[in-house]
Nanobody, 118 residues
């Protein structure tokens, strides 16, 4: 199972970006999809998570600004990021957990850079 993320870039403080991540391969079901981020010199942290039932979980630092959603038919997860702050600058990684032809998987995408700067 492969994950392909896109949508990162450079944005000014207060701006918005939308990240996308599509899972492909022999997938039977995806239990959860999410986004984590890693800033230079910091540990990777969970940003947002969404289950197959639509339940969501957010880091306190992004609540009210970021929205995670998914299209189950397309095995795709989205992260709408509004009111971006310089401290949101990081490499964002998508993750998917579920069942495929090879059994249980817990895979990460390649990462997409988000830079918030004036």
């Amino acid at each position: 199972v492969q994950l392909q993320a896109s949508g990162g870039g450079l944005v000014q403080p207060g701006g918005s970006l939308r990240l996308s991540c599509a899972a492909s391969g022999s997938i039977f079901s995806i239990n959860s999809m999410g986004w984590s981020r890693q800033a230079p010199g910091k540990q990777r942290e969970l940003v947002a998570l969404i289950t197959s039932y639509g339940s969501t979980n957010y880091a306190d630092s992004v609540k009210g600004r970021f929205t995670i959603s998914r299209d189950n038919a397309k095995n795709t997860v989205y992260l709408q990021m509004n009111s971006l702050k310089p401290e949101d600058t990081a490499v964002y990684y998508c993750n998917a957990k579920g069942w495929g032809e090879g059994g249980w998987f817990n895979n990460w995408g390649q990462g997409t850079q988000v830079t918030v700067s004036s």
